[in-house]
């Protein structure tokens, strides 16, 4: 499992890597061929940094508001409190609040922006469903989250997907005044390079957008398997969660989800389960390969 | 820039560096630390849960006062014990006195079925296992010290100001280490 962690870490500086230096090339590009300050877009960026703040700092009362869940004490599943306790412990984290969502189908997720204001949460479909084992394996799957700090790494993702989505945006935008106006007054001399430039800036401005969201769902991917191999790590026993995935797999209800965007912080997908498509879209990967990976584990 | 004002610069670099290497090693060590008294708070959790453990079977288990006498007779040593190695043993045996409990409780249907049997069986299990989770930490924090002792460049700050290694927990117990048998 150590193996795994790493591999997964690899990738995740890979595809971070990735996503920055296609940040940067646009950026650049743009800088080159545009010259004139682009304050609408400084504008555009601000607004998306203030409410990807927003976001960091509110989103779990906002999230557990959407979801329709209630803290729970001690008292009020001993079980649950202990085994997540168990795992604070294991992990040298403090203990997450913990709530319980009222629905029938099966899901988890963690939320908060770092340790110390972390929530966790299940629905009741699900806690009905497993034995402690399970459930521990579970509740480590979004300890993980928390210990490897995802909410905050997925919101930087998400805010650095936006620039570029912007930065491709303002480009279409400038194309369309400069045609208008009649092109810029730079003089024939570098034609030749500008054409170059200019087709490079179309191209890049028309596929960035497409492959930054590519990237963010692969690395989406990425942190989803890294929690997994983390959760072992934390319980010692992988099969508990590989057992609680394949009983989350058989059962066919739908969460309901208010929106999409809420989609990746849940332990599995919660709209479309049986789907063997593995589209390059999906911010989880299939159930059948998690389990794979957390059994192939076993010897370790 | 002058040649002066390179060196100057690599040399508040170099300091800055050097300041971060020391400050995770304090990080790490004080998180072996605390992970290390983390055992002892699990531990002490068994010892306050152990009475009522007592008073809730006593009822019931009339005829087996012999194990309940065990459990209070090694609580007693855990407790008392000063050295490591002494409470070491006096844990593992506990351990096993509560082990010898829960066997024998299962001849007893309605003991088993008592609510706070139930309650009691859920907290014990729960405080063995942050027992187990605690000893799991400790080994992973200092495994994580040791490596930050060890590599390069790290190692060369933890030289400087004597960063030691320390001791993984072990079992010492080697019949602990066995499997336990499951008989039918």
Redesign the interface.
Known sequence: MYRQIEENLRNTILLTASMTLLLLALGHLFGALLGAPLVGLVIGFLIAVMLTVVSYYHGSSILLAAVNAREIQKADD??LF??V???S????LPRPKIYLIDDPSPNAFAAGRDPEHAVVAITKGLREKLK?DELQGVMAHELAHIQNRDVLYMTMLAVMVGAIVLLADAYWRSLRSGAARGGSSRSRKGSQGQAWLIGLGLILAAVAPLLARIIQMAASRQREYLADATAALLT?YPEGLASALEKIAKDTEELRVPSRALQALFIVYPLQKQSSLDSLFDSHPPLEERIRRLRSMAGV | MTAVGILLAVAVLLLLVWVLLYNRLIALRN?VE??WS?IDV?LKRRHDLIPNLVEVCKGYLKHEREVLENIAKARHQAISATSVSEKAAAENVLTSALRQLFAVAEAYPDLKANQNML?LQ??L??TE??IS??R??YN??VMQYHQAIQQVPTNIVANMFAFRERAFFEIEDRTQREPVKVQF
């Open positions: 001993p079980q202990n085994v306790e168990e795992l412990i294991a992990a040298g402690r010692r | 998180r605390n992970a983390q699990q309650a859920e907290e299990t729960s296992n942050k989770f605690a799991q930490h992973d924090s």
